[in-house]
C-alpha cells in the first residue's frame, strides 16, 4: 500500500490500518489511453463486454467494475483476481493493469508574506480576470458553509466549466454558488480497499462535504473570498483570503480519513479535465520511492492534464530525507514548504523566571505553575527510563505524573506525537513538554496545554530541572510573533530531491510557505484540534504549499489565458528566489543548515513576478516524449503512459536537454553542451544578457551570451558549455545561469554529478 501525507502529518494523521478484506480480490485499474467512442455509455458498454469475456458473466463483470473512465482516456477499476487481471492485461485494447495504491493527503498572512496585496493594487485588471480561472482540488471535500467561500461580487460561472453539483449526504445544490461551482465525490475505491467507511468510527459526508478539514483548508487557501478579521483562538489574527479570490473552485473529493485510492483519483483527474478546469491542485501523493511514471496514477492522469494544457500542481511529501520527493514528473509542478515571516510562539515560564520558547497552538494561558517531570524520571515499574523517556503507552508510572507538566523525547523523527500526548492526559498529567526537532514546523494542538520545544532550549530546561530539587513551569498562551528573520526557510519536514526516477530533472521545482499556515476548516474535524470545533484552523505540511503554488499560476493563466502548462511553470520557477529577507541564501530548519535546489529547486515563489517573466521556457508533450526516449523509454512503457502505440524518434537528444526552465545533468561525463530555447514576452525589442553562477569544479560559457528580442514571441535558442576539471565524487554541485534586461530576472538553478573529466 502506498501512501501520501498530508500534513506534517507526525502530529496529525497517522492512523494504522490493516487492508480492509481483499484478501483474493484486488482492486486493479485497467488503462486503455485515449479512446474514439462517441459518448461514455459507449465506453461503459465496452467495457462491460470486455470484462464479461473473463468475469463469465455479464452481471459478475458489472458488479465488479467501480469506476469507468469515459472521458480524457478510456479504462476502468475493478475488484479482480490476479488471474483476471492477468487475462485482462492481455487484451490487445488494453494498455496496462495496475493495482490501485492508496495515498495519503500530505493562512492569511502567507499572502501577505508573498506581496500579493501590492498585487491587486498594481494589477487589479489582472486580479480580476482570475474569475475566468477554475482551479479543481482533489481532496477532502469542502465546508461549503465557510465564510470563505461566499460568493459576493463574482459573476457568472465560467460558460467553458461542464462540471456538475453532485448533491449527497448534507449537501444539497445550494452548497454549490459563484464560487464552489463543482462538487463531485468519489469512495468505490476507498471502499474497495479499506471497507466500509462507518468502520473508521469519525464523521464523514457521503458527499463533497469534508468531514477531515485538510480540503476545506486547501480549498480556501487557492482562491478563498476575503474575511476579515479571523484567527485561531486570537492565533494569527488578520484577513482571511486565498491566493486567488476571485477564482473558481470546482471540488473533488477522493480522499477519505487521510488516505485517498488510486483508483478514485484517477477517476476524479478524469472528470476535471474533462470539467473544464485550468489547474489540478493535488495536495497528495505517494509515500517514497516515487514509483515509475509507468505505473503511477499521478503520473499518468497528470500527463494526459498536461497534454490537455490544464496545470496541475502537487505536493512533494512530507518525508524529511534526501530522495523521498513524490510527484517528480516534468509535467507536474511539485512544490516543497518552507516559512514565513511569522512565528507562533507558546513560552514556557520556569519557577526561576527564566523563559523557554516553544512552539504550538495553544488557546489558554496556565494560570499557576506546576512541578515538572521528565518521563524518564516518571518510568513505570519495569520500564528503563530511557524507554519511558518516550512517553508510550503504558510506560508512565501514574503516580509520578498527575498533576505535573511532562517533558517527553522522540524516539524517531516519525514517532507519533499525537499518542504520547494521550498517554500523559490518561496518566493525569496536566500539560506537556516535547523536545523536537520540528518543533517549529508544526503547530501542535491539543486538549491539554503543550509546547515543543527544541533542542538547544531542551538544554536550558534540563539544567533548570537538575538545579532544583521541586522544580515548576508553566505554559503561556500562544503569542503571534511577527516579522521574523530569516524568513523563509525549509521546513524540517519537506521532501528533499533528487529526483529518483529522472534524475536530470531537479525536483521539488518550488517552494512556497507551508509551515503554521491559517486557512478555513471543518468545524466537525476536532481530533486534531484538541476536541475544539473551528472555522479556521492552523496546520503545516506541503499539502500547505501546493495550493499556494496552485493560486499562483491562477494568477498567471489569467494573465496569460494562452500559455501552456510548461510556460506557465517557467513563470513560476525563473522568477523565484532563493534569498530570504536578510539577504542570505535560504538556509533550512532546525539548525539553518545549507540547503540546495534539492530542497526548493528553483527557490521560493514571487508572484509579482511570476506574472511577467520576461522569458520563458516552453516544452510540449512531444518534447516529454522525447525526453523519455532519451532516458531509455520502451514503446511498452510510452503506451502505457500515452495510451498511444510511439516509437521514439531516432534523434540523439539527451535527458538534460528537454526544454525544463531548471538545468540538471546527473551524470556529466567529459565536456557537453545543454541545449535551451527561450521565448519573449515584452513589448518592444530587449537584449538578454547571461550571468553564471558556476558549480564548483566545471568551467561554464554560453554561446550566445546575450539575446537579441525584436518582438514578443521571437524563439532564440543557446548552449550551455561544461568543460569539468573536477570531479565531483558522487555528490551535486550547483551554480546557476540567469538571463537579464536589467528589469527582469530569468533564472535557472544548474545541478551537476561530475562523473569524469
Ligand atoms: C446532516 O443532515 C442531517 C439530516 O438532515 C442533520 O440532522 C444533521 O444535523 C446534518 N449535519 C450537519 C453537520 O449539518
Ligand atoms: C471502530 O470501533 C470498533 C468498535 O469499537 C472497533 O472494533 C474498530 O477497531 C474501530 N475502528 C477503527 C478504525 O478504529
Ligand atoms: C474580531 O473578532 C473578535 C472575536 O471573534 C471580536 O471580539 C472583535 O470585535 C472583532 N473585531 C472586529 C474589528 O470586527
Ligand atoms: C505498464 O504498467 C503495468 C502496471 O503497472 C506494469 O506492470 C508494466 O510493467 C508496465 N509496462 C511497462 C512496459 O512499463
Ligand atoms: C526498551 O526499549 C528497547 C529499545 O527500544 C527495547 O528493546 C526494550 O524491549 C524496551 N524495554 C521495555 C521493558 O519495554
Ligand atoms: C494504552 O494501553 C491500554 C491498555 O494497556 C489501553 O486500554 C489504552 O487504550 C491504550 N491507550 C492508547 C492511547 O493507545
Ligand atoms: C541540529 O543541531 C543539534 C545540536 O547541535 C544536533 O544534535 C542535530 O543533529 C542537528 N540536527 C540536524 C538536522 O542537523
Ligand atoms: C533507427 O535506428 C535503428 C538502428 O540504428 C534502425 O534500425 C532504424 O531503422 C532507425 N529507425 C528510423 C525510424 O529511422
Ligand atoms: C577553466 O577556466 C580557467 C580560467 O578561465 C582556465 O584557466 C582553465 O584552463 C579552464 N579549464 C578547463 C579544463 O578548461
Same mark, same amino acid.
Given at each position: 500500500?502506498?501512501?501520501?501525507?498530508?500534513?506534517?502529518?507526525?502530529?496529525?494523521?497517522?492512523?494504522?490500518?490493516?487492508?480492509?478484506?481483499?484478501?483474493?480480490?484486488?482492486?486493479?485499474?485497467?488503462?486503455?489511453?485515449?479512446?474514439?467512442?462517441?459518448?461514455?455509455?459507449?465506453?461503459?458498454?465496452?467495457?462491460?463486454?470486455?470484462?464479461?469475456?473473463?468475469?463469465?458473466?455479464?452481471?459478475?463483470?458489472?458488479?465488479?467494475?467501480?469506476?469507468?473512465?469515459?472521458?480524457?482516456?478510456?479504462?476502468?477499476?475493478?475488484?479482480?483476481?490476479?488471474?483476471?487481471?492477468?487475462?485482462? +492485461?492481455?487484451?490487445?485494447?488494453?494498455?496496462?493493469?495496475?493495482?490501485?495504491?492508496?495515498?495519503?493527503?500530505?493562512?492569511?498572512?502567507?499572502?501577505?508574506?508573498?506581496?500579493?496585496?501590492?498585487?491587486?493594487?498594481?494589477? %487589479?485588471?489582472?486580479?480580476?480576470?482570475? &474569475?475566468?480561472?477554475?482551479?479543481?482540488?482533489?481532496?477532502?471535500?469542502?465546508?461549503?458553509?465557510?465564510?470563505?467561500?461566499?460568493?459576493?461580487?463574482?459573476?457568472?460561472?465560467?460558460?467553458?466549466?461542464?462540471?456538475?453539483?453532485?448533491?449527497?449526504?448534507?449537501?444539497?445544490?445550494?452548497?454549490?454558488?459563484?464560487?464552489?461551482?463543482?462538487?463531485?465525490?468519489?469512495?468505490?475505491?476507498?471502499?474497495?480497499?479499506?471497507?466500509?467507511?462507518?468502520?473508521?468510527?469519525?464523521?464523514?459526508?457521503?458527499?463533497?462535504?469534508?468531514?477531515?478539514?485538510?480540503?476545506?483548508?486547501?480549498?480556501?487557501?487557492?482562491?478563498?473570498?476575503?474575511?476579515?478579521?479571523?484567527?485561531?483562538?486570537?492565533?494569527?489574527?488578520?484577513?482571511?483570503?486565498?491566493?486567488?479570490?476571485?477564482?473558481?473552485?470546482?471540488?473533488? $473529493?477522493?480522499?477519505?480519513?487521510?488516505?485517498?485510492?488510486?483508483?478514485?483519483?484517477?477517476?476524479?483527474?478524469?472528470?476535471?479535465?474533462?470539467?473544464?478546469?485550468?489547474?489540478?491542485?493535488?495536495?497528495?501523493?505517494?509515500?517514497?520511492?516515487?514509483?515509475?511514471?509507468? &505505473?503511477?496514477?499521478?503520473?499518468?492522469?497528470?500527463?494526459?492534464?498536461?497534454? $490537455?494544457?490544464? *496545470?496541475?500542481?502537487?505536493?512533494?511529501?512530507?518525508?524529511?530525507?534526501? $530522495?523521498?520527493?513524490?510527484?517528480?514528473?516534468?509535467?507536474?509542478?511539485?512544490?516543497?514548504?518552507?516559512?514565513?515571516?511569522?512565528?507562533?510562539?507558546?513560552?514556557?515560564?520556569?519557577?526561576?523566571? %527564566?523563559?523557554?520558547?516553544?512552539?504550538? *497552538?495553544?488557546?489558554?494561558?496556565?494560570?499557576?505553575?506546576?512541578?515538572?517531570?521528565?518521563?524518564?524520571?516518571? +518510568?513505570?515499574?519495569?520500564?528503563?527510563?530511557?524507554?519511558?523517556?518516550?512517553?508510550?503507552?503504558?510506560?508512565?508510572?501514574?503516580?509520578?505524573?498527575?498533576?505535573?507538566?511532562?517533558?517527553?523525547?522522540?524516539?524517531?523523527?516519525?514517532?507519533?506525537?499525537?499518542?504520547?500526548?494521550?498517554?500523559?492526559?490518561?496518566?493525569?498529567?496536566?500539560?506537556?513538554?516535547?523536545?523536537?526537532?520540528?518543533?517549529?514546523?508544526?503547530?501542535?494542538?491539543?486538549?491539554?496545554?503543550?509546547?515543543?520545544?527544541?533542542?538547544?532550549?531542551?538544554?536550558?530546561?534540563?539544567?533548570?530541572?537538575?538545579?532544583?530539587?521541586?522544580?515548576?513551569?508553566?505554559?503561556?498562551?500562544?503569542?503571534?510573533?511577527?516579522?521574523?528573520?530569516?524568513?523563509?526557510?525549509?521546513?524540517?519536514?519537506?521532501?528533499?530531491?533528487?529526483?529518483?526516477?529522472?534524475?536530470?530533472?531537479?525536483?521539488?521545482?518550488?517552494?512556497?510557505?507551508?509551515?503554521? *499556515?491559517?486557512?478555513?476548516?471543518?468545524?466537525?474535524?476536532?481530533?486534531?484540534?484538541?476536541?475544539?470545533?473551528?472555522?479556521?484552523?492552523?496546520?503545516?505540511?506541503?499539502?500547505?504549499?501546493?495550493?499556494?503554488? !496552485?493560486?499562483?499560476?491562477?494568477?498567471?493563466?489569467?494573465?496569460?489565458?494562452?500559455?501552456?502548462?510548461?510556460?506557465?511553470?517557467?513563470?513560476?520557477?525563473?522568477?523565484?528566489?532563493?534569498?530570504?529577507?536578510?539577504?542570505?541564501?535560504?538556509?533550512?530548519?532546525?539548525?539553518?543548515?545549507?540547503?540546495?535546489?534539492?530542497?526548493?529547486? !528553483?527557490?521560493?515563489?514571487?508572484?509579482?513576478?511570476?506574472?511577467?517573466?520576461?522569458?520563458?521556457?516552453?516544452?510540449?508533450?512531444?518534447?516529454?516524449?522525447?525526453?523519455?526516449?532519451?532516458?531509455?523509454? !520502451?514503446?511498452?512503457?510510452?503506451?502505457?503512459?500515452?495510451?498511444?502505440?510511439?516509437?521514439?524518434?531516432?534523434?540523439?537528444?539527451?535527458?538534460?536537454?528537454?526544454?525544463?526552465?531548471?538545468?540538471?545533468?546527473?551524470?556529466?561525463?567529459?565536456?557537453?553542451?545543454?541545449?535551451?530555447?527561450?521565448?519573449?514576452?515584452?513589448?518592444?525589442?530587449?537584449?538578454?544578457?547571461?550571468?553564471?553562477?558556476?558549480?564548483?569544479?566545471?568551467?561554464?560559457?554560453?554561446?550566445?551570451?546575450?539575446?537579441?528580442?525584436?518582438?514578443?514571441?521571437?524563439?532564440?535558442?543557446?548552449?550551455?558549455?561544461?568543460?569539468?576539471?573536477?570531479?565531483?565524487?558522487?555528490?551535486?554541485?550547483?551554480?546557476?545561469?540567469?538571463?537579464?534586461?536589467?528589469?527582469?530576472?530569468?533564472?535557472?538553478?544548474?545541478?551537476?554529478?561530475?562523473?569524469?573529466?
Amino acid at each position: 500500500m502506498k501512501v501520501v501525507k498530508l500534513f506534517a502529518v507526525i502530529w496529525l494523521f497517522t492512523f494504522t490500518l490493516t487492508n480492509g478484506g481483499a484478501s483474493k480480490r484486488k482492486l486493479y485499474i485497467v488503462y486503455m489511453g485515449d479512446h474514439s467512442f462517441q459518448d461514455s455509455e459507449s465506453v461503459i458498454a465496452a467495457n462491460h463486454e470486455m470484462l464479461t469475456s473473463v468475469m463469465g458473466s455479464y452481471k459478475g463483470a458489472k458488479d465488479a467494475v467501480l469506476h469507468h473512465y469515459t472521458k480524457s482516456f478510456r479504462g476502468f477499476s475493478a475488484m479482480l483476481t490476479s488471474d483476471q487481471a492477468k487475462q485482462l +492485461a492481455e487484451s490487445d485494447s488494453v494498455i496496462s493493469v495496475f493495482e490501485s495504491k492508496t495515498y495519503r493527503k500530505h493562512t492569511t498572512h502567507s499572502w501577505e508574506f508573498l506581496g500579493i496585496n501590492n498585487l491587486e493594487k498594481y494589477h %487589479q485588471p489582472l486580479m480580476d480576470s482570475t &474569475s475566468n480561472v477554475i482551479v479543481g482540488v482533489i481532496d477532502s471535500g469542502v465546508w461549503p458553509e465557510s465564510k470563505s467561500f461566499n460568493d459576493y461580487g463574482l459573476g457568472p460561472v465560467p460558460v467553458k466549466f461542464k462540471g456538475v453539483c453532485l448533491t449527497g449526504e448534507n449537501f444539497t445544490l445550494s452548497n454549490c454558488n459563484r464560487k464552489i461551482i463543482g462538487a463531485r465525490f468519489y469512495y468505490k475505491g476507498f471502499l474497495a480497499e479499506y471497507g466500509p467507511l462507518e468502520s473508521f468510527n469519525h464523521t464523514f459526508f457521503l458527499s463533497a462535504r469534508d468531514g477531515d478539514g485538510h480540503g476545506t483548508h486547501t480549498a480556501s487557501t487557492i482562491a478563498g473570498s476575503v474575511v476579515p478579521n479571523v484567527s485561531v483562538y486570537g492565533i494569527g489574527k488578520g484577513t482571511a483570503r486565498g491566493g486567488a479570490p476571485g477564482a473558481r473552485l470546482a471540488i473533488y $473529493k477522493a480522499c477519505w480519513f487521510n488516505f485517498c485510492s488510486d483508483a478514485d483519483i484517477l477517476s476524479a483527474i478524469d472528470d476535471a479535465i474533462d470539467d473544464g478546469v485550468d489547474i489540478i491542485s493535488m495536495s497528495l501523493g505517494p509515500d517514497p520511492p516515487q514509483p515509475i511514471y509507468f &505505473s503511477d496514477s499521478i503520473s499518468i492522469g497528470s500527463f494526459h492534464a498536461f497534454q $490537455k494544457a490544464v *496545470v496541475v500542481s502537487a505536493s512533494a511529501g512530507n518525508s524529511f530525507f534526501p $530522495k523521498t520527493a513524490c510527484n517528480v514528473a516534468p509535467w507536474i509542478l511539485t512544490v516543497a514548504a518552507s516559512t514565513m515571516d511569522r512565528e507562533i510562539q507558546t513560552n514556557i515560564y520556569l519557577g526561576n523566571s %527564566q523563559v523557554i520558547k516553544g512552539f504550538s *497552538v495553544n488557546p489558554t494561558e496556565m494560570e499557576s505553575f506546576h512541578g515538572i517531570v521528565a518521563g524518564s524520571a516518571a +518510568a513505570a515499574p519495569g520500564i528503563p527510563p530511557r524507554n519511558a523517556s518516550y512517553c508510550k503507552n503504558n510506560t508512565l508510572d501514574p503516580a509520578l505524573i498527575k498533576g505535573k507538566l511532562v517533558v517527553c523525547t522522540l524516539e524517531e523523527i516519525r514517532d507519533d506525537r499525537r499518542a504520547k500526548a494521550i498517554t500523559v492526559k490518561q496518566g493525569g498529567g496536566v500539560g506537556f513538554i516535547f523536545v523536537d526537532p520540528l518543533a517549529r514546523d508544526i503547530g501542535a494542538q491539543f486538549e491539554l496545554p503543550l509546547a515543543l520545544i527544541s533542542l538547544e532550549e531542551a538544554e536550558k530546561l534540563q539544567a533548570y530541572m537538575a538545579s532544583e530539587k521541586y522544580p515548576v513551569a508553566r505554559i503561556s498562551k500562544t503569542m503571534t510573533i511577527l516579522p521574523t528573520k530569516p524568513a523563509p526557510e525549509m521546513a524540517m519536514f519537506s521532501s528533499v530531491g533528487p529526483n529518483i526516477i529522472t534524475p536530470d530533472i531537479i525536483k521539488p521545482d518550488i517552494t512556497a510557505p507551508g509551515v503554521n *499556515v491559517l486557512a478555513a476548516w471543518s468545524p466537525l474535524s476536532t481530533d486534531y484540534t484538541g476536541g475544539r470545533s473551528i472555522d479556521y484552523n492552523i496546520i503545516s505540511g506541503t499539502s500547505m504549499s501546493c495550493p499556494h503554488v !496552485s493560486a499562483l499560476a491562477a494568477i498567471v493563466k489569467s494573465g496569460h489565458p494562452s500559455w501552456s502548462p510548461a510556460a506557465i511553470k517557467s513563470a513560476i520557477m525563473t522568477t523565484a528566489t532563493i534569498q530570504d529577507n536578510t539577504r542570505s541564501i535560504i538556509t533550512r530548519h532546525p539548525n539553518g543548515s545549507q540547503t540546495s535546489p534539492f530542497d526548493y529547486g !528553483s527557490g521560493h515563489i514571487n508572484p509579482a513576478a511570476a506574472i511577467d517573466p520576461g522569458l520563458v521556457y516552453d516544452f510540449d508533450a512531444s518534447d516529454i516524449i522525447d525526453f523519455l526516449c532519451s532516458t531509455g523509454a !520502451s514503446p511498452a512503457q510510452l503506451k502505457n503512459l500515452t495510451g498511444e502505440t510511439m516509437y521514439c524518434k531516432n534523434a540523439s537528444t539527451s535527458p538534460y536537454d528537454l526544454n525544463y526552465p531548471s538545468i540538471g545533468v546527473s551524470s556529466l561525463i567529459g565536456s557537453i553542451s545543454v541545449h535551451r530555447t527561450v521565448t519573449y514576452y515584452g513589448e518592444g525589442p530587449a537584449v538578454y544578457k547571461a550571468e553564471l553562477d558556476y558549480p564548483a569544479g566545471v568551467n561554464v560559457s554560453v554561446t550566445p551570451n546575450e539575446l537579441r528580442f525584436k518582438k514578443m514571441g521571437d524563439k532564440m535558442s543557446f548552449r550551455i558549455n561544461f568543460t569539468p576539471y573536477k570531479t565531483s565524487s558522487g555528490e551535486y554541485v550547483f551554480g546557476a545561469l540567469t538571463w537579464t534586461d536589467g528589469v527582469h530576472v530569468v533564472r535557472s538553478p544548474i545541478s551537476l554529478n561530475i562523473v569524469s573529466l
